[in-house]
């Protein structure tokens, strides 16, 4: 099983940028699908963003197409989630997932999750 661990949570002022990542250990993570997934407080976990393990498919919800986006350096064991344009509707904790999935979009389709990484948009 692999493990995950995400940095480059914050709190960012609305219009701002973060980059997070998701660290895999584990010689499987060249195979496995990643999923990035937010909880605001009060909410279900939604789904974010997805890319397969070669990174030559991705997917985005739509409320983050165009601002967000996902990419992985499997030779580093480390997906990425650039976020552009922060929102404060964006704020949640963060978590990444992997998965023997093709390109999940949903959380039943993870086995492995990070603990997660807060992210805080002030308007």
């Known amino acids: 099983q692999v493990q995950l661990a995400e940095s480059g949570g914050g709190l960012v002022q609305a219009g701002g940028s973060l980059r997070l990542s998701c660290a895999a250990s584990?010689?499987?993570?060249?195979?496995?699908?990643i999923g990035w997934f937010r909880q605001a407080p009060g909410k279900e976990r939604e789904f974010v963003a997805a890319i397969s393990w070669s990174g030559g498919s991705t997917y985005y919800t739509d409320s983050v197409k165009g601002r967000f986006t996902i990419s992985r350096d499997n030779a580093k064991n480390t997906v990425y989630l650039q976020m552009n344009i922060l929102k404060p509707e964006d704020t949640a904790v963060y978590s990444c997932?992997?998965?023997?999935?093709?390109?999940?979009?949903?959380?039943?389709?993870?086995?492995?999750w990070g603990q997660g990484t807060q992210v805080t948009v002030s308007s």
């Open positions: 997932a992997a998965g023997q999935t093709k390109l999940g979009l949903s959380r039943h389709e993870y086995g492995s």
């Open positions: 584990g010689r499987t993570f060249s195979r496995l699908a």
